[in-house]
């Protein structure tokens, strides 16, 4: 689980390349001696729109910015450029923002400034929990003292990405260009919680109707278990109104090896639900009863590939996972007090995964997040030998096949529009020509369905999102409305002998289904607390009767 707020993009937009253009030597003694460069524009990260910088103060920022643009600007000229943003800054609210000049390569003109608070802080360690020496083993390249020819320490950006994940350690490296002195780096950690957190939410996203269709979740995060930045999460997932219903719990662990570039997680979880007289149908004669209980084991392994030199940020990791299921299924179908079928069946799966996974930014404003990865596993492999028996209970062949493999994959777009604007597109798919196991199978994650929304050996579904600009300019308060508008499509594998022994899945006699809705949403967050609450509407595909129009919410809170 990840928590992002308005620090961590903040923070992100630091992590930039080396200053390749401006080409100083250690000691710049006099400004006749620097390098000259041009320079055509300027950019202003972090904590810089209207909601915590006056429009009349930013066009002061912009002024200043625009007489320091041309073919002389030296490192000189951008230290003394910085001291005066810093200047109008604290004329209007004096000790409240700092101007940094973040390590950056000009390639094409354009110099970046980042804005942020001053409140948290300090310099190579600096966040409760997290020590000087943590700060220092997060990026153990700085202690290999390569410079560039410029006097700047060179860092491994793999290091910095991989110190950025950590959820509540938000790093950044910045680079004083001081002309006449070593140029020297800073490392900041602002981690305005510490290493702790604690977080409740409730949602409405439930299949039971018995509970309301209510979902609560508890849980405890330490980003700094051991002074590693090793990350302990527990969550505990069940409903508020009757807790034996269904109910799972659970933690996942994160060890990162800074120097290696390398990540281990594990996480284990166990889930049980318990429904007893469901009516099966409208006459209230024929009711069942279903009772499951799963226990998964998850472990992965990931490599930070080394950056590339284009775009303009970019991080990829190679990954490989093992999972290991134990599933156990007890179901019953009464007609009054006579049992007309029942079924008891414990198995086992365990797929293995190989892919890669990371985040390209093209150009400023654009972000794109990918994963794809190939997902295996042999029947009889690790306690997979009734994997047949599987297949018969969730109405698949037992002569289904012995070796099952399907790929996975996501890609998210993230797009800053004019106006604060912006664009959001999720896809994900899977493809598969196997007939998998119930608990592999791909499902739909389109808004507006609660029970309908398709399952199948493929599929693949998009959700497209317009989001508005904040509507209100009121410190810590956040109000955004948005449009969306999303599609899915599922599909089984039936062959001949699925015909022919009358064992197939499918959707109204066909073997692919399309569902799709649109909608109105709006989301609101205020320091730690957040909710989003959204009305969806069918375009096509039913959802068990219902009617066409329905409203979601989530809301939580962190502490």
Partial sequence: MKFKNKLTSALLAVSLLGVGSVATSTYANTSATEAQFTVSRYNLTGYTDSSYIKPEVRAKLVTLLQEYTGNNVTVSKLNELRLKLQEVLNADAKGVFTVTLPNQRIADGTVVYNVNFIAGQVNYGSAPGYSQENVRNSLPSLKEG???????????????????????????????????????????????????????????SSTDKGVDYLR?????????????????????????????????????????????????????????????????????TIFYDVNGVGDVGILNWSYYLPHFDWAYSNQIKFQAGYTFKRLKSESNIRYNSLNL??????????????????????????????????????????????????RVDGGRLVTAEKYSDWWTAFVNFKLALPQNWTWVTQVKGQWS?????????????????????????????????????????????????????????????????????????????????????????????????????????????????????????TTSYRW
């Fill in 341 to 390: 079928a029942s079924s008891n069946s414990v198995y086992y799966i365990s797929p293995f995964n190989l892919g890669f996974t990371g985040k390209i930014v093209p150009f400023r404003g654009l972000d794109i997040e990918f994963s794809a990865k190939y997902n295996f596993f042999y029947a009889g492999f690790l306690g997979t030998d009734n994997i047949n028996k599987l």
């Fill in 216 to 284: 609560f979740m508890a849980g405890y995060l330490n980003a700094n278990l051991t002074g590693r930045d090793d990350v302990l999460n527990v969550v505990l997932l069940t409903n508020l109104k009757n807790f034996d219903r269904y109910f799972a719990f659970g933690g996942s662990y994160s060890l990162p090896f800074y120097a290696a570039h390398q990540r281990l997680d594990v996480s284990l979880f166990h889930s049980s639900t318990n429904q007893n007289d469901v009516p099966y149908d409208n006459s209230n």
């Fill in 146 to 204: 390569v410079q560039f020819v410029a006097g700047r320490p060179w860092v491994d950006e793999r290091e910095l990405t991989m110190a950025v994940e950590n959820p509540l350690k938000l790093t950044q490296v910045e680079y004083e260009l001081q002309p006449g002195k070593p140029i020297v780096a800073n490392v900041n950690v602002v981690a305005p919680r510490g290493k702790t957190l604690r977080y409740v939410s409730l949602d409405n």
């Fill in 433 to 553: 020509n196997k007939h998998l196991v119930n608990s592999e199978l791909f499902s739909n994650d389109v808004r507006g369905f609660r029970d309908s929304n398709g399952s199948g050996d493929s599929g693949a579904y998009i959700k497209n999102e317009l989001i508005t600009p904040n509507f209100v300019r009121v410190p810590n308060l956040d109000l955004k409305g948005y449009g969306f508008v999303d599609a899915g499509w599922v599909r089984y594998n039936n062959g001949p002998v699925d015909y022919y022994y009358n064992q197939t899945k499918n959707f109204d006699g066909k073997n692919h289904k399309v569902i799709a809705s649109t909608g109105l949403g709006l989301r609101t967050s205020y320091k730690d607390w957040s909710a989003d609450v959204y009305g969806a509407y069918r375009l096509k595909g039913e959802d068990n009767g219902r009617g066409k129009f329905s409203v979601w919410f």
